[in-house]
């Protein structure tokens, strides 16, 4: 059977979620498995349909009605909406799983915290961290000396040089750069394809290239 765990998130990024969990299973040396019970989601126009041959639950209160040693990942994309519904999940007491892609190589150097999403092709290198709740999506290179602050989603072939710094809740778009030693503050939004130069201030949205403030 394996571990139990439920995805909460029934949108697209859950179901690729689904299928980072069917690669995991996959992978030969890996003793431990998952059992995906199903997703759980706040739509209600999802409760009762299967997604990916998975079941959608209900909302976050079928979450109380399953056992206990049930792990979670929250996949929801926007981080603020992400925040809100991890915290409503942890004063529930349950335990949040880290999926890592069994061909994504991660050394010693690299800290992941809880909660942790590392989906396929990514390639990370040395003294790297990482916390609670970080989504980053297929093909994303992470350099020497990063931080990615809580709550952050990075979607695809997002590229972070060495030395960046990523605070918390921030949303970085398909194929953005930021060039290294560069600073990144709180809820910040980058948009696909940018390329910061420069340091940005939290709570700002930054697109093009050189990426500029809108």
Not at 113 to 135: E, P, Q
Not at 161 to 185: F, H, P, R, W, Y
Request: charged content about 20%; overall charge neutral.
């Amino acid at each position: 059977m394996g571990n139990d765990l439920v995805i909460i998130g029934a949108g697209g990024f859950g179901r690729e979620a689904s299928l980072l969990v069917e690669e995991i299973n996959r992978c030969s040396n890996r003793v431990e498995k998952w059992h995906l019970v199903g997703f759980i989601d706040e739509d209600s126009k999802l409760w009762g349909r299967k997604l990916r041959g998975y079941p959608v639950l209900g909302g976050l209160d079928v979450l109380a009605e399953l056992d206990s040693n049930v792990q979670v990942i929250c996949v929801i994309g926007k981080p603020a909406d992400k925040k809100k519904i991890v915290h409503k999940i942890s004063a529930m007491e349950r335990r949040f799983a880290t999926l890592i892609h069994p061909g994504v190589n991660v050394c010693d150097e690299v800290y992941l915290g809880n909660g942790v999403l590392l989906n396929k092709g990514c390639l990370l290198t040395v003294n790297i961290k990482i916390a609670d709740h970080v989504s980053i999506n297929p093909g994303c290179g992470i350099g020497h000396d990063v931080s990615i602050g809580e709550f952050s989603t990075l979607m695809w072939r997002v590229n972070l040089s060495g030395d960046v710094k990523i605070g918390e809740g921030c949303m970085i778009g398909t194929g953005a750069t930021v060039l290294q030693n560069k600073n990144i503050g709180s809820w910040c939004s980058i948009g696909a394809g940018a390329v910061v130069t420069g340091d940005l201030p939290g709570n700002c949205t930054a697109v093009g290239v050189p990426a500029t403030i809108k």
